[in-house]
């Protein structure tokens, strides 16, 4: 039986406002960033979650308690983090490697993960989610990389990257006999 499952990226951070590296290390929720929970709030106003996940970050948990209007209640998981960039988090983007193929590994000599690292436990954590007996339609708030790498273990991720992995866009799946197909992609223009 197709289960239904919602991953969504986190609303817009300070960090993100200031182009800072921020993986494992965390910055709040922007008014913009609150504006659009609200807005995906919106989406899911008519849609019976049975559960909710978010990443142990709090820009994550603030986004999901928004989106869900601390309606139900919701369970914290490790294995929903974004990437960990090691010494380079909280610093500038622009010192990002610019060659995408070296980003794939470059962080683990800096105290960091792996793309394959992290597409590996995103889908570990979302497949036991979505094993669980009582999960039909499911909500996981992320981020960016670990949405991108969720993805990637699914599909060539190329044509969702163009049109961008903004704050609060949500990928709906469906879930059969272990295995994610992407059926849309909602993107709020805020």
Request: aromatic share 10%.
């Amino acid at each position: 039986m197709k289960k239904t499952f919602y991953l969504m990226r986190h609303g817009q951070t300070l960090f993100n406002l200031r182009r800072k590296i921020q993986g494992a290390c965390d910055s709040p929720l922007t008014e913009l960033g609150i504006k659009q929970a609200q807005v995906a709030g919106e989406y899911f106003k008519d849609i019976p979650l049975d559960h909710a996940y978010s990443s142990t970050s709090e820009r994550c948990c603030d986004t999901l308690e928004i989106v869900t209007d601390n309606s139900i209640p919701y369970t914290r998981l490790k294995g929903l983090k974004e990437m960990n960039f090691g010494i380079f988090e909280g610093e500038s983007e622009d010192l990002n490697p610019k060659n995408k193929e070296v980003f794939g590994t470059f962080f683990l000599d800096y105290g960091g993960e792996s793309r394959a690292q992290v597409r590996e436990r995103m889908v570990k954590t979302c497949t036991e989610i979505m094993e669980k007996e009582d999960h039909e339609v499911v909500l996981a708030v992320s981020h960016a990389g670990a949405c991108l790498q969720f993805l990637t273990e699914w599909q060539d991720p190329i044509e969702e990257l163009r049109k961008g992995f903004t704050n609060c866009c949500i990928f709906k799946y469906e879930y059969e006999d272990k295995k994610f197909k992407l059926v849309e992609v909602i993107r709020h223009n805020i």
